[in-house]
Every structure is written in C-alpha cells, then in structure tokens.
C-alpha cells in the first residue's frame, strides 16, 4: 500500500503537447526487445506518429487544444523534438486505447496486469533494476540503479492535461491500458530517481506520458 500512496502523491502534480514532419513507418520499424520476466519488453519508449493501419497521430502543441481533447494525440517533452529522440514521445490515453492500433504490428501497449507481473517478478528493488544507471537521464543521485532487467528506464517526465511540462530526469511514466475506477483516469506506472520500488497509481486520461510496449508470444 505505501508504494501505491507515494504514486498517489506523485500523480497529483498532474491533472498534454511540435510537428515532426517525417512519417514513422511502424510496419518496417526494427524495434529492439529484452526479456524480463518472461515476456519481451521494447528497450526504449514509444516514438511513432501512425496508427497501426497507416492513419496520422495528430501532434497537439496549443495547450487549449490539448486540454480539451477526447481522442488520441503526442507530443515532445517541452515541444523539443531533441528531447523526443532521447526519450520518445509523450501520448494521451486516447491514442493508448484507440481502435486502429498505437502498438506496431506484433507489439501491444503494457497492461496493468503486465507491471504488476513486473512489480512482482522483480521485487521490493524492481525500480532499481529499471532504471538505467548514471545521471545522464535522471537526477542526481539515482542511488542503486543497476539496470539488471535491462528495461533502461528513463526519467522522461511527463504533461499535465494544461500542458504543464513537469518531472523531467525525476520520474519515467508509462501509460496501461487499463480504465481507473474514475472515467477520467487510467493506470499508469512509472520509477522515481531515488526510490527503489516500481510504483503504480491513477493518472488523468489527458495527460501526456511514455508509452513502452510488449512483443505479443
């Protein structure tokens, strides 16, 4: 239960997002995996303008826009496309549970169910062997990150649904595809730099949050 609260606590600093002109072709993309817990988990954050059958992703970047919104839509962290490469883009719920597909073809978006499977295999420690090691991508001191998993979490912040750019280097957050019990939220989960536990709790459905996603067996 303490681990939940203090994701609780977290989540309350959010209530989200630059135009990358080149279309990813998720169909031909090479996406690397690793194996954890037995299932295959991409190594690296969600970084694709298509949905699964072709069709755009819009990139929201007015904040009147992006609060309002009910569909799907990405954005980079601080509207910086050098941010983007680094640690991926930033989705709203909408586009995680959209019909036509966010996940590349022979992927799926995490469940719940999925970081839990984490959240046990791994451990009171899972957080640290998440993260990646160093201070490159997260505040100092990210103490006792060993990236054992090799999931190289990154610390890639996140937008609230006023597209407040918050937690950069400080939290990594990765949606589910998993309804709260409020209609305005949806499970996430997501590492702290200095905590070592993997920690999940409800975030409101228009912010903007990593995605990672699993090879299907």
């Known amino acids: 239960m303490k681990k939940v609260i203090i994701g609780l606590v977290y989540s309350l600093v959010f209530s989200g997002c630059m135009q990358d002109n080149s279309m990813y072709d998720i169909k031909r993309a090479d996406f690397q995996t690793v194996n954890i817990c037995n299932q295959n ?3 690296k954050n969600l970084d694709v303008v298509t949905y699964r059958n072709g069709d755009t992703i819009p990139n929201v970047t007015d904040p009147t826009e992006w609060s309002q919104l009910t569909t799907g839509a990405w954005c980079y962290y ?3 496309s050098s941010l983007g490469k680094i640690y991926g883009k930033l989705y709203n719920w909408y586009a995680v549970v959209d019909p036509r ?6 992927y799926r978006v995490s469940s719940n169910a999925d970081w839990f499977n984490l959240y046990n295999c791994l451990g009171d ?8 090691v160093g201070t490159a991508h997260w505040e100092i001191p990210n103490e006792g990150a060993t990236n054992s998993s090799g999931f190289t979490g990154l610390g890639g912040g996140a937008c609230d649904n006023n597209q407040n750019f ?3 280097k400080i939290w990594g957050c990765w949606w589910t595809t998993d309804q709260a019990d409020y209609d ?3 499970w ?3 590492l702290l730099y200095d905590v070592k536990e993997l920690n999940g709790w409800n975030c409101v459905k228009k912010n903007g949050v ?3 996603c699993i090879k299907n067996d």
Request: proline share 3%; net charge negative.
């Open 41 to 43: 988990w991409m190594t």
């Open 78 to 80: 601080e509207n910086d």
């Open 101 to 106: 597909g966010l996940a590349p073809e022979g």
């Open 125 to 132: 420690s899972a957080g640290n062997k998440m993260r990646e």
């Open 166 to 168: 918050v937690i950069l």
């Open 184 to 186: 305005t939220d949806a």
């Open 188 to 190: 996430q989960w997501g």
């Open 210 to 212: 990593s995605v990672r």
